[in-house]
């Protein structure tokens, strides 16, 4: 079968083939191990190795390549299971390619000429109807992939491949998976599973590679790993297709700024193979042809194009899109066309046997294709799409009048838009003026008249190699305007857009923005030498252009370099068509260099460095790192040399990037450098180079320039250093690097970005993780894979939701800590998967490890609690900061510390709003004096206890405990006592969590005891302060009121005495003690384990009172444990009898009360005091987090 043309790298590697037949233009070769002496050693192992593998997998035994006689590059056709089936394949070549492949002249254009007519068969042979059997393998791989992965069903399978999967040396033969967000691979072989789930998101590097042992692969690379993936059936497909869906991911979730929200990709879930083809063969087609952004490409011919002024046929291909008949030839560079369909006129089908036809434009131009395979449905298209307007024509086109009397320009006051360019107003051009460089000029305008003559001139010139060495020598100046205009495309962008500029003045008039701030900021700083820019006029002009664009486009807004730029562009075009030259810059020519990251610069960066390796090898082998010349031409490429050359010589290379775009820049770029290259090569430091570098731009001239002193840039006296012209520079880096592509730099641009986005995503993890070392505990690894899990919920959050509230706010100007945000669904999914307690550890360790499956609520509650005390300024997201500071105290917090922060989760003061995103979730919420953040400040000393006694071992002296906690309480006495008492329903609540934390921890059972012990000494402390309070002579008589019967736990136990030292220690109870009498007026404590049941004042469904602060507070007392009575009326009860509810009044306990009770049970103690496995945590969550995901995406 035919095969779409793919380079191959290798034509026999490892002698895996042999050649049956050849001529100079094509080769059959048979694979070894097939047909005819397949006895043979080699034979025998290629044979094994192809029968062993999947079917799929196969490489078939027979194919043809391609090769021209001047070229080392093969191309593979096609293939063919049998003798016969390839030898049918060869014998159509011979027939109907071989007599035609003699007309060509370079071997260029006849491999042009045979992937066009081979990609024909394809598109031939594939018009037959729909293959429903690959549709059900569709389906089933999209069953499998569900299967094996276990990502949420929204997650969107794009295609499927066999291929290997390389471990070292060891090939896993398998199956890669492309989905919108992951790349996932699954091979299972004698018992070896190998399953890999790599998101885009994370990948930073994606190429072909090729070596002895693998021959042709994709290597990616993944936060530092490689992984190499071969024998693929269609590897340049394969690899142009992973490119498509990780560029996409990095625009979406990293670089959202430029992403439009009517991106045809903008669904995830509607994204397909065939939508991501589409959607990149109309951005190859735009960016040719510079056409404007809403234009897509609807039909492709192959043809022939009369050129008039060689006077013979050229062979091309016909594009049309909605508004435009592009033609190019097949080398892309010898000659191309742009056809307004708006100023064709007529077409006519001139002769049938030769399928011809003849497009009329206006001025009496006519274009003769030939040779068009379906020249009628083309013609039928033209006439269709033509719609009569009035003419586009550069010198046509509407101008608004110039005011009598300029106005002030201003923003918010009524504008005079210019109509002149500030040359011609600054420096009209003299005509009699017989000045030897006024001369040339006169002569180089009479090279672009005849040029227009023979070729065309405005909208529909042919574009050639001569047009190119016109560019080269330097436009005119009165013609660089109108040839900026039609080169860059921007004069078809003012044709279909009439009056938007005017109408966009006025919009913006009297806006205030930071934008606008910043371009006042910067007006005086644009060419400030220049005359034109010392007045009113060129200052207001060049406001309004750059103000109009920032509110034309607010996601970039205004950025240094664009005032440079826009300065240069109102030189020499009016003011209207500077504004639609600066929208083709920023918007078409120099994507994502005018944002806040400037990541297209540092796109370009990374392909000169790289263009730097290959075409500069003396400076790659003198320098080992090449990032100081990046560093050093970033202001090259922003403001395209103008801020490094004079403005006589800048406006030369400007001339050449309307041109030829950014391979203009680079190009010229790799002349400088190879220009000095001997002086770069004797420097000692970058500072040296530097000055080298600058005292060259010093030394460049334009000799033939036009411009009067007053105008030009160039100072000093030039006599003592050497000079170099401008257009000799220019015209030495198209002769020595004039061979790169346009099509080779788009693939470095989009192989580099991945790359540069997670360089600066590296930068800003390495930021955060500086500032917030110093805060917690957590090992410098520990932080890092900490941060990945965070980012990646973040990121998982965006995957499948398009309006995730995450993604509408990353912002990368936000500050490091902000730029990550978690919703609060991300957070207590990813908060309960890194919870050190809950469950039954994995295996028999120490370390409580609990499984994904909660079988407590009060988990999930307790998470959300969380969220709500660190979201401190109630937007509803949490950073990273303020979730790895809660995550610190639970793993590396001291006792106290991890008792205070659940105090905190369960306190809810009136008053306390829910964030605002949230306001109908009910979880409680700390006020905002008792938050998370004040333990960053108070790690020193805030009441915690830093290192406890014998910790960790079996037993610990008690007394020297509470010494140590007595002390570090008197330092700071203030930070625990302001913390508000807890009221019922909150102990209730803190007393399930205690039970929820402790389920399958070894001692569970002790530790259910415990707590019903605490429960039980607290409430029996609260009726002591109850009854003095009562015994107080100022004390109003309460009601009496018929109190419980005690229970057999009270009567057992003494009396508390409100002060520590008099306070008992707790009796040892055994299961059967702990259990209560079931009898009036007793409950068991909320979810105690039977036989270990406390003593519950009130029922859990009793909805308490709201708790006054200053009706609560206590009586002077020595004792820490704070054993104070609320000012609430008391029955009169038998001491030791717990409280009623019908009492009339409320119970509640200070934080001081909770902890000196618990400070008696050394098991709570030892449970909260033992060390956390945060490596296994972390690794268990790593493995759990997309699993957990899919249980939360709906």
Known sequence: ???????????????????????????????????????????????????????????????????????????????????????????????????????????????????????????????????????????????????????????????????????????????????????????????????????????????????????????????????YFSMLLHLQQTYLLMQQLAAYAVTRLFDKETFDADHPLSDPPRITQRALEVHARNQAFRAFFRLPCE???????????????????????????????????????????????????????VDPGSRALSVSVRGKRGFRFSEVRDFERLAATIRRKCVPSTSPQHSA???????????????????????????????????????????????????????????????????????????????????????????????????VHPGYYTSLLEECMGSSSLACDEIERDLHRSLPEHPAFQTDTGISALRRVLTAYAYRNPKIGYCQAMNILTSVLLLYAKEEEAFWLLVAVCERMLPDYFNRRIIGALVDQAVFEELIRDHLTQLTDHMSD????????????????????????????????????????????????????????????????????????????????????????????????????????????????????????????????????????????????????????FSATQLEELYWLFKRQHFISCYWNQSSSTLLNHDPSLPYLDQYQLGHGQFCSLFSLLLPWGNSPPSNTHTCVHSHSHTHSHLHSLARSAFCLADQNEDGLINFREFICALDVLYNGSFTEKLKFLFKLHLQPA?????????????????????????????????????????????????????????????????????????????????KTLYSVFHGDEEEEHLYCAVARVTSLLLRMEEVGRKLQENSPTKTPPTTTQSPAPTPAAEQSPAPTPGLEQSPAPTSHTPETCTPTESEGTTKTPDSPPGCAGISPVHPDTSPSDTNPTSTTSTATSSPTGTHSSTLDTPSDTPGDPPSPAAGGDWSFSFEQILASLLNEPTVVRFFEQTVDADTLIEYARSAQLRDARTHVK
């Open 911 to 991: 008053g306390t709003r829910l964030p605002k995103a949230l306001r109908s979730s009910a979880c409680t919420l700390p006020a905002e004096e008792f938050s998370l953040s004040p333990r960053l400040s108070d790690c020193g000393g805030d009441g915690v206890i830093r290192k406890s006694p014998e910790r960790g071992r079996g037993k610990f002296d008690l007394q020297e405990y509470l010494k140590q906690w007595q002390d570090e309480l008197q330092k700071k006495d203030d930070n625990i006592k302001h913390l508000p008492r807890i009221n019922q329903t909150q102990f209730i609540c803190l007393s």
């Open 626 to 777: 090449l990032s100081f010349f990046s560093s050093v031409s970033l202001s090259w490429f922003l403001t395209l040399f103008i801020s490094v050359l004079p403005i006589e010589s800048a406006v030369n290379v400007v001339d050449c990037f309307f041109y030829d775009g950014i391979r203009a820049v680079l190009q010229l770029a790799l002349a400088v450098l190879h220009h000095n290259v001997d002086s770069l090569l004797c420097c000692s430091d970058d500072a040296e180079a530097v000055t080298i570098l600058n005292r060259f731009f010093d030394s460049v001239t334009n000799k033939d320039s036009p411009l009067p002193a007053t105008v030009q840039q160039a100072t000093g006296d030039r006599s003592a250093q050497p000079t170099v012209d401008i257009t000799d520079l220019i015209r030495e880096a198209y002769e020595n690097f004039g061979n790169i592509q346009w099509e080779e730099v788009e693939s470095m641009r989009k192989r580099n970005k991945l790359y540069v986005v997670q360089t600066l995503e590296e930068t800003t993890k390495q930021n955060v993780l500086r500032v917030i070392a110093q805060d917690v505990k």
């Open 1 to 227: 079968m035919w095969l779409k043309p793919e380079e191959v790298l290798l034509k026999n590697a490892l002698k895996l083939w042999v050649t049956e037949r050849s001529n100079d233009y094509f080769v059959l070769q048979r694979r070894r191990g097939y047909g005819e002496g397949s006895s043979a050693l080699t034979g025998l192992l290629v044979g094994t190795l192809d029968t062993v593998l999947d079917s799929t997998a196969k490489v078939a035994p027979y194919r043809i390549l391609h090769q021209t006689p001047d070229s080392q590059v093969y191309w593979t056709v096609a293939c063919g299971a049998s003798l016969e089936e390839i030898s049918q394949h060869w014998d159509w070549l011979q027939i109907n390619i071989m007599r035609t492949l003699s007309v060509f002249d370079s071997g260029d254009d006849i491999t042009s000429f045979v992937q066009g007519k081979i990609r024909g068969l394809i598109a031939e042979e594939g018009k037959g109807a729909p293959d429903t059997q690959e549709q059900e393998r569709f389906r089933e791989a999209v069953l499998r992939f569900e299967h094996l992965f276990g990502l949420p069903r929204q997650e969107k399978l794009v295609t499927y491949y066999s291929c290997s999967y390389w471990r070292g040396r060891v090939p896993n033969q398998g199956w890669m998976y492309l989905s919108t967000h992951f790349l996932c691979f699954y091979s299972y072989l004698l018992g070896n599973e190998v399953k890999l789930a790599l998101p885009w998101d994370e990948v930073s590097r994606l190429e072909r590679a090729s070596s002895v042992l693998l021959t042709e692969s994709i290597r990616v690379c993944v936060r530092g790993e490689e992984h």
């Open 397 to 495: 086109v509407t101008q608004l009048p110039l005011c009598d009397d300029e106005e002030e320009m201003m923003v918010g006051q009524k504008k005079a838009v210019s109509t002149e360019a500030l040359m011609n107003v600054f420096h009209p051009h003299d005509t009699e003026n017989l000045d030897p460089k006024m001369l040339k000029e006169r002569m180089k305008e009479q090279l672009w008249q005849i040029h227009f003559a023979e070729y065309g001139r405005g909208s529909g010139m042919f574009c050639t190699k001569k047009t190119r060495d016109l560019v080269v020598r330097g436009i005119p100046e009165t013609l660089r305007g109108e040839l900026w205009m039609l080169f860059s495309g921007a004069v078809n962008d003012m044709a």
């Open 295 to 349: 234009e897509n490409l609807c039909e492709v011919y192959e043809s022939f194009l009369w050129l008039p002024f060689s006077h013979h046929n050229t062979l091309g291909k016909i594009c049309v899109s909605e508004r435009y008949l592009c033609f190019a030839s097949q080398d892309g560079s010898q000659c191309h066309l742009i056809l307004p369909l708006r100023e064709v006129v007529a077409v006519e089908l």
